[in-house]
């Protein structure tokens, strides 16, 4: 069946460098897409979110890339911070049903 | 502070007894949603309501019985769990039919069943 996935299941960083986390989607018919950060004890935090006309959106130090060519999302941090360390989930919402969460992706921070 | 309240954050109990949780949400949307998240698995959806109205079952068993009475709130009524039960129950809302939303969640209640 379709799903969403991640490439990686962890990630280490150094305290100050840029992390890069990737999603892989599967639906074409997917036209919006969300990153949230999940802190232990704490449910899912929304992040940053982007629709398929957009191929790039920048928040606050988190960027994410859309390339719909090869279905691919990706959340990229600047200067990660010993706080950013968390789950990562990207999620797609293939049209007019609930949005579709891949596994996540753990994210440490090396200070 | 997420606007989506969870109550209780933990709770054990055993396989014959009966609980409910709870979620509230103070941010004036118009749907919530019931997830299920075990260790190593992605976000499993149990129930959607949208305006009050259960909009999708994907599936559950029977021994969870979800509730809403309006839109700001939302039960998970319990009975007759097994231990593969135990697991992060996560309430959350959005605000529908304007094209894609986020979906804001709350902290959850930690289940285990005995």
């Known amino acids: 069946g379709e799903s969403v996935g991640l490439h990686l299941p962890t990630l280490s960083v150094q305290e100050g460098d840029n992390s890069i986390i990737n999603c892989a989607y599967s639906n074409s018919a997917s036209d919006y897409f969300i990153w949230y950060k999940q802190e232990s004890g704490k449910g899912p935090q929304f992040i940053i979110d982007i629709r398929s006309n957009m191929d790039k959106r920048q928040g606050q130090r988190v960027t994410v890339l859309l390339n719909k060519t090869v279905k691919h999302l990706s959340l990229q941090i600047a200067a990660t911070q010993p706080g950013d360390s968390a789950v990562y989930f990207c999620a797609e919402n293939p049209g007019n049903t609930p949005l579709v969460f891949g596994k996540g992706t753990r994210l440490s921070v090396i200070a | 502070e997420t606007g989506v309240t969870q109550t209780p954050r933990h709770l054990v109990m055993g396989m014959t007894n009966k609980k409910s949780l709870k979620c509230e949400q103070h941010l004036g949307h118009n749907a919530m949603y019931w997830y299920k998240q075990s260790a190593k698995k992605p976000l499993e959806l149990m129930f959607v309501?949208?305006?009050?109205?259960?909009?999708e079952n994907n599936s559950v068993p029977s021994r969870f019985s979800p509730e809403c009475p309006n839109s700001s709130h939302l039960f998970l009524h319990l009975h007759t769990l097994q231990p593969e039960d135990s697991a992060l129950y996560l309430c959350?809302?959005?605000?529908?039919?304007?094209?894609?939303?986020?979906?804001?969640f709350g902290d959850g209640t930690r289940l285990s069943i005995l």
């Open positions: 959350a809302s959005s605000q529908e039919g304007q094209g894609g939303r986020p979906q804001h």
């Open positions: 309501y949208n305006f009050k109205e259960q909009t």
